[in-house]
Antibody, heavy 119, light 107 residues
Framework: QVQLHESGPGLVKPSETLSLTCNVS????????WSWIRQPAGKGMEWIGR???????NYNPSLESRVTLSLDTSKSQFFLKLTSVTAADTAVYYC?????????????WGPGTLVSVSS | DIQMTQSPSSLSASVGDRVTIPCRAS??????LNWYQQTPGKVPKLLIY???NLQSGVPSRFSASGSGTDFTLIISSLQPEDFATYYC?????????FGQGTKLEIK
């Protein structure tokens, strides 16, 4: 059974860098795309970007200048870095898996981690 | 970006009702449309992928259809656990985008 789990600091100061880790178990990290999505409280969802083991990444243009995705196959982990954060980046951040076969969907998702941006 | 519109933002219904939830894309997306269910404080759950394919483990009372720009999620007979927010998502073009959701409430 595939499981994903996000981790990282729950509080980040404005202008600093948000760093999150997604731990993957039960699936090869080399065989899928891996995505990050966020959801501000009471609002809809925003796709942040996705990464493949080759290093190929796609980003949401709205965040592309501030986002970096990476992964560590040896640890079955993938990572999100978001620089120069503001209060608008406060959200629950999810990681999710996307199959490679062109039928694109996100499943499963991690439980999410709440990140607040505040001084 | 492709805009996904879900209207109404909320819907009231009773247990046993048949409910349809619409979703419209700002441009054609073929059948690259997924549906997710989210209950408060919970993780989004994939219900339907590629417009009409039921994800494994999802009850058969859920179905969906559509192609191009107009899509519909159907719940044939509402159960108490179905009261949740439903989101559509297009994966035709990056960036993937979601609708704002339709909240299904108990009448």
């Amino acid at each position: 059974q595939v499981q994903l789990h996000e981790s990282g600091p729950g509080l980040v100061k404005p202008s600093e860098t948000l760093s999150l880790t997604c731990n993957v178990s039960g699936a090869s990290i080399s065989s899928f795309y891996w995505s990050w999505i966020r959801q501000p409280a009471g609002k809809g969802m925003e796709w942040i970007g996705r990464l493949y083991v080759s290093g190929s990444a796609n980003y949401n243009p709205s965040l592309e200048s501030r986002v970096t995705l990476s992964l560590d196959t040896s640890k079955s982990q993938f990572f999100l870095k978001l620089t120069s954060v503001t209060a608008a980046d406060t959200a629950v951040y999810y990681c999710a898996r996307e199959p490679l076969d062109g039928i694109a969907y996100l499943d499963p998702w991690g439980p999410g981690t709440l990140v607040s941006v505040s001084s | 970006d492709i805009q996904m519109t879900q209207s109404p933002s909320s819907l009231s219904a009773s247990v046993g009702d048949r409910v349809t939830i619409p979703c419209r894309a700002s441009q054609t997306i073929s059948t690259y449309l997924n549906w997710y269910q989210q209950t408060p404080g919970k993780v989004p759950k994939l219900l339907i992928y590629a417009s009409s394919n039921l994800q494994s483990g999802v009850p058969s009372r859920f179905s969906a259809s559509g192609s191009g720009t107009d899509f519909t999620l159907i719940i044939s007979s509402l159960q108490p656990e179905d009261f949740a927010t439903y989101y559509c998502q297009q994966t035709y073009r990056i960036p993937y985008t979601f609708g704002q959701g339709t909240k299904l409430e108990i009448k």
